[in-house]
């Protein structure tokens, strides 16, 4: 079974920074899309950033330019450098993978728990 597991969440000032990590683990073949999402209370989940199979990156509009998104493909993990955060950035954050299991003939998308961010004023 695959899992996502989010960690680095916690509280920060407005203009700080904080970089969430996403771990993969289980009988994974590949990992295709990685992508952040996040949801804030009484709002539904939105897509922050993408990272395409093929190293394309998509940010959120509100977060263009403060948020870079990577990976290392050898440790099965995602990131999210947040940056210049503002209290709108309060969210549960959410890690997602499209994930080829072995033994599966189809890609799964994963979710993880999800991470608290809050940023206070």
């Known amino acids: 079974q695959v899992q996502l597991v989010e960690s680095g969440g916690g509280l920060v000032q407005a203009g700080g920074s904080l970089r969430l990590s996403c771990a993969a683990s289980?009988?994974?073949?590949?990992?295709?899309?990685w992508a952040w999402y996040r949801q804030a209370p009484g709002k539904q989940r939105e897509l922050v950033a993408q990272?395409?199979?093929?190293?394309?990156?998509n940010f959120a509009d509100s977060v263009k330019g403060r948020f870079i998104i990577s990976s290392d493909n050898a440790k099965r993990a995602l990131y999210l450098q947040m940056n210049s955060l503002k209290s709108e950035d309060t969210a549960v954050y959410y890690c997602?993978?499209?994930?080829?299991?072995?033994?599966?003939?189809?890609?799964?998308?994963?979710w993880g728990q999800g991470t608290q961010v809050t940023v206070s004023r």
């Open positions: 289980g009988n994974i073949v590949r990992i295709n899309n």
């Open positions: 997602n993978a499209e994930v080829l299991q072995s033994g599966h003939g189809l890609w799964d998308a994963i």
């Open positions: 990272l395409t199979g093929g190293g394309s990156t």
